[in-house]
């Protein structure tokens, strides 16, 4: 991968021998097995359109040619990991792939705790409704999809309180993720603490442009955490992404390893949720770490019912075999130095030809501002939506919309814009090459410039909760 424009934080560093280091960062392995793609004609993908009701989400997968919707168990797994699932041992209880599981966990995050799930939704369902319910308000950087619906199918209140920066596309900020401490201390003492179970930090924050936290501010809201007796919790399914960030972004933090960096993180905290689809590497999982025992107690007991019994949680045992490997590959300073990089030549490629996005370029994403770029279609005709399609009737590479689709209906009914429109290329771990991207690359400029010519969509049917996933859509007349 090429690098030019390099940003200090990302070049590489000296090899041994004092030579100067490399220009280009290549891919950290060579590819074993592979899986074909199939190119479709404009007619197919406009077939395929209508019969989904203009959401990509209900496209068959073979009809996609890049697919980009989601960074969630896409991944490429490691010929190790492939070695690792004839280890797994299905036994029901005990099984000595739970154990395996646990340490590597563990060897993280240290807490007393550690319950599989079968991903990270699941994990959240079970925290939430041993700890949510009405009356109850849950601060967060900013919820995912899932931990918002999770929290507010309860009857509690889920609150965002990222920084202003974060909300702003184009602003260059190192942590656009970080929390509002101000916002934060103010709403607590607003709700009062008896009324919040715990406070969430995402990482990195997913709905809010794959942007970092810094340390310094995790370490902020530990302290107002410690000022009212709440416990901290974390999103971590970007884990490893949000510690490379503060090693090449934060200061003093530029020679530490990246594992030193994550223990510190999991010690700030009393919990965690996780979805090990992302940053574990895995195709499937998730789990729950807790440090208080009557919650992990309560926790259990739900999983019994939702989930499996505690040492499997949903998952079978060569599933918790490829998620301890996974552990171990996903800290390695090549492995991130690759994949932060990778996602960043996406972005500043379609940055040099002026397309709108949110800066700086996230992990494992890169988001185009649908609204920046199609000022025309009202945020109601889901600007970010209409994006999406495009790409796809352009070729075939399938994007996510986040915008006013994915959080626009409220609770109580109503409609309103989210608070960006964005529409997320995220990229499957160590799947594309780099042909792959420019093929990308060249399709998001081919549309961009025919943006000023899209109209908007309107919405025929859609259901009770997240309704991107299976809305359906029509152009408006
Ligand atoms: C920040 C964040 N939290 C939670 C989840 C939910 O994880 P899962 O898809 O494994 O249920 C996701 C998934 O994309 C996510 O990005």
């Not at 715990?198 to 942007?211: A, K, R």
């Not at 990778?342 to 040099?352: D, I, K, M």
Request: proline share 7%.
């Amino acid at each position: 991968m090429q690098l030019p424009q390099q940003h200090p934080s990302h070049a590489t560093s000296a090899p041994a021998g004092g030579q100067e280091p490399f220009h280009t960062i290549i891919e950290p392995f060579r590819i074993k097995s592979v899986e074909p793609i199939r190119m479709t004609t404009r007619a197919e993908r406009e077939a395929r359109l209508t019969e989904a009701g203009h959401n990509l989400f209900s496209l068959r997968s073979q009809d996609v040619l890049i697919d980009l919707l989601t960074d969630s168990g896409t991944g490429a797994m490691s010929a190790e990991q492939w070695a690792c699932l004839q280890r797994g041992d299905e036994s029901y209880a005990g099984s000595p792939s739970f154990y395996r599981f646990e340490a590597a966990v563990r060897e993280l995050f240290p807490f007393k705790h550690v319950i599989p799930t079968h991903q990270g939704r699941a994990a959240e369902k079970i925290l939430f409704s041993v700890v949510g319910g009405k009356g109850k308000v849950i601060p967060n950087n900013t919820h995912f999809d899932t931990t918002r619906a999770n929290v507010e199918f309860t009857g509690a209140e889920a609150v965002d309180c990222v920084i202003p920066e974060g909300k702003q596309p184009a602003l260059i900020h190192p942590f656009k993720g970080n929390m509002d401490l101000g916002r934060l201390d103010a709403l607590i003492r607003e709700v009062g603490p008896a009324r919040i179970p715990m406070v969430f930090v995402t990482l990195t924050n997913n709905s809010g442009g794959g942007q970092p936290v810094s340390l310094e501010n995790l370490k902020g809201v530990r302290a107002i955490c410690d000022r009212h007796q709440l416990p901290l919790f974390l999103d971590g399914c970007r884990f490893a992404e949000n510690a490379w960030f503060i090693r090449t972004r934060e200061p003093g933090q530029g020679e530490r390893d990246v594992k030193q960096i994550v223990r510190e993180i999991g010690a700030l905290a009393d919990g965690m949720t996780m979805s090990a689809k992302k940053d574990g590497l895995a195709n499937i999982g998730g789990w729950l770490g807790l440090n208080d025992p009557e919650l992990a107690q309560q926790c259990r007991n739900m999983l019994i019912l939702t989930e499996g019994f505690p040492t499997y949680g949903g998952l079978a045992g060569r599933d918790l075999e490829a998620i301890a490997q996974g552990l171990t590959e996903v800290v390695d300073h090549d492995y991130l130095r690759y994949r932060i990089r990778s996602t960043a030549y996406l972005g500043e490629a379609l940055q040099a030809e002026g397309i709108p996005l949110v800066l700086p370029i996230g992990g494992h994403a890169v988001y185009l501002d649908a609204r920046g770029l199609l000022p025309h279609v009202p945020p109601l005709q889901y600007p970010g939506q209409v994006l999406a399609m495009e790409l796809y009737r352009e070729g075939g590479v399938r994007g996510c919309e986040i915008g006013t689709v994915m959080f626009g209906r409220r609770p109580d009914g109503t409609e309103a814009p989210g608070p960006m429109d964005l529409v997320r290329l995220a990229i499957p771990r160590r799947t594309y090459t780099q042909s792959h991207i420019d093929y990308v690359i060249e399709v998001v400029c081919r549309v961009a410039k025919r943006a000023a010519a899209l109209k908007g969509l309107k919405i025929s049917w859609e259901p009770k909760a997240l309704r991107h996933f299976s809305a359906r859509f029509e152009p408006v007349a």
